[in-house]
């Protein structure tokens, strides 16, 4: 039997090239194997975020919708009818007790709707203190207070989970006492919702189109006329002569009240020609600005 030599190398170079051509195909059918599972976990990675992305764009979207119903809340609340009746008889008895002696005129109680309705609203939370509004922007809320001032960062009025979390009260304020000043919280909301319209303060114009704010609880429908605007930061233990607005919340004598008036408008960045005098009920609101590190934005009011 002969060996077929036709094919085989004639050479030692050409014995050479063949052996190193048959190194680089095993070399490149083990890089081969070695990628594939590599590829796999990438691509397993991959579809997990896009997956957690979706939820998280999903839930941006729900909390987005959830807080425009909850600024239309108190508008969805109807009222009794029989009870607005009374109402309105009571009104009209306060209306006409200057004129009638009679004691069978007994005023019935004569606050306003909106109160009444912020009564019923309470039923569904009683963490619920108060609504805020200002006509004509995105803020129309729920005012919420809980015993720390971080439950509700990141809570809605049912105290159920939000991004947007829910505009609060400083757990130190008291209605019973009351206390000199309304210190108000509410996220800067990058979707236009929450505290994200105080900014536009930092135009006069914006302000002299909006000076007042609605402020109802369920004992009166009171307005607040603005007085001041600045911007603030949070500051550090160890620094001196700074401003602190958001430790003023009760007054302990006159000259901390002037002090604190003279302060805001000493900040603010235009002279809006109010001012407020020892005695006055204050409102003070306040989010985040990103102008600098812990930055804040501040509105402040005085009842009128």
Not at 43 to 56: M, T
Request: glycine share 4%; hydrophobic share 35%.
């Amino acid at each position: 039997m002969h060996r077929n030599i036709k094919n085989q190398p004639k050479t030692l170079n050409e014995k050479i090239l063949i052996g190193k051509s048959k190194c680089q195909n095993i070399n490149s059918n083990s890089v081969i194997k070695l990628k594939k599972p590599f590829i796999i976990l990438i691509y397993i990675v991959l579809e997990i975020l896009i997956f957690f992305s979706a939820l998280y764009i999903m839930k941006y979207l729900y909390d987005m919708y959830e807080n425009k119903k909850e600024s239309n809340l108190l508008n969805e609340i109807s009222i009794d009818e029989t009870k607005l009746a009374e109402l309105d008889g009571a009104t009209l008895n306060a209306e006409n007790s200057g004129n009638d002696n009679s004691s069978s005129n007994k005023i019935i109680d004569i606050r306003p709707e909106r109160v009444l309705k912020l009564e019923e609203l309470q039923k569904i939370n009683s963490d619920i203190v108060a609504w805020i509004e200002i006509e004509n922007t995105n803020i129309s809320y729920p005012v919420l207070q809980s015993s720390d001032n971080y439950y509700y960062l990141r809570r809605n009025y049912k105290k159920n989970y939000s991004l947007n979390g829910s505009i609060f009260l400083d757990k130190d304020y008291s209605f019973e006492k009351p206390s000199t000043n309304l210190l108000i919280y509410g996220h800067n909301m990058d979707n236009g919702t929450s505290f994200q319209n105080l900014l536009k303060y930092k135009d006069k114009k914006f302000y002299e189109e909006h000076p007042t704010i609605r402020f109802t609880t369920n004992k009166e429908d009171a307005e607040y006329e603005i007085i001041a605007v600045f911007r603030s930061r949070l500051y550090y233990a160890d620094e001196k002569n700074v401003f602190r607005y958001y430790n003023f919340i009760n007054a302990k004598n006159e000259k901390e009240y002037n002090n604190f008036i003279k302060n805001v408008k000493k900040a603010s960045l235009y002279d809006t020609g109010k001012t407020a005098k020892y005695g006055e009920g204050l409102m003070t609101l306040s989010t985040c600005a990103y102008y600098t590190k812990d930055g804040r934005f501040v509105v402040v009011a005085k009842k009128k």
